[in-house]
């Protein structure tokens, strides 16, 4: 199993403004994923993101809203940048680890645009 | 398109099981199919998976129909804490992340 910490857990930001959420793993791993979940909703998968490469994007996605940073093979980071209250949602990241193809989850950032 | 069909949702008094099913019935012959679960406020978490033999492991138990069209994830002996969004996901097992979910079912458990 994986051990995955997110931070911010929760955070109010005003209109305009731009927050980074950081991942952290507690083993090294090949690949991380980004989710949104919208209130209410189930998850949307943003992003793939591999260590040494460029993040991939999913449909409806794209760099410039949503830049990805994975430095090492234990840690990743999700921007959301000029953020509008459509962009309040909980931001998850997760890994894929063990032999089983089974994905862990961090516990989520909560953002609220106002 | 949504590969998976669940009902929105369920109750279940504690003590007892809860089946829960989900119709596949277009997976592909190399497509597994997963449980998750998302408890309000955690992020989701791995259950149990399955390509086509009955599995069981310490938390549930998974039925795949012999066409594979379906499957019916088991909690022996739900629980209060049992009570989450469950969701059935059928996918590739080396095609590495995307995790495509649905709405899933609402497991309320009640005393």
């Known amino acids: 199993s994986a051990v995955i910490s997110q931070k911010p857990s929760r955070d109010i930001c005003q209109r305009g403004t731009s927050l980074t959420i950081q991942c952290q793993v507690d083993s090294q791993v090949t690949m991380m994923f980004w989710y949104r979940q919208q209130p209410g909703q189930s998850l949307t998968l943003i992003a793939t993101a591999n260590q040494g490469s460029e993040a991939t994007y999913e449909s409806g996605f794209v760099i410039d809203k949503f830049p990805i940073s994975r430095p090492n093979l234990t840690f990743s980071t999700l921007t959301v940048s000029n953020m509008s209250p459509e962009d309040s949602s909980i931001y998850l990241c997760s890994v894929e680890s063990g032999y089983k193809g089974e994905q862990y989850f961090g516990p989520g950032t909560r953002l609220t645009v106002t | 398109d949504a590969k998976t069909t669940q009902p929105p949702s369920m109750d279940c008094a504690e003590g007892r099981a809860a089946n829960l099913p989900c119709n596949h019935s277009t997976i592909s012959g190399n497509e597994y199919v997963y449980w998750y679960r998302q408890i309000h406020s955690q992020g989701p978490q791995y259950i149990i998976h399955?390509?086509?033999n009955n599995e069981t492991n310490e938390m549930a138990s998974l039925i795949i129909t012999e066409d594979r069209k379906s499957s019916t994830l088991i909690l022996p002996h739900a629980t209060l804490r049992d009570t989450a969004v469950y969701y059935c996901i059928v996918r590739v097992a080396d095609s590495w992340g995307k995790l495509q979910f649905g709405a899933g079912t609402q497991v309320v458990v009640t005393p």
């Open positions: 399955g390509l086509k």
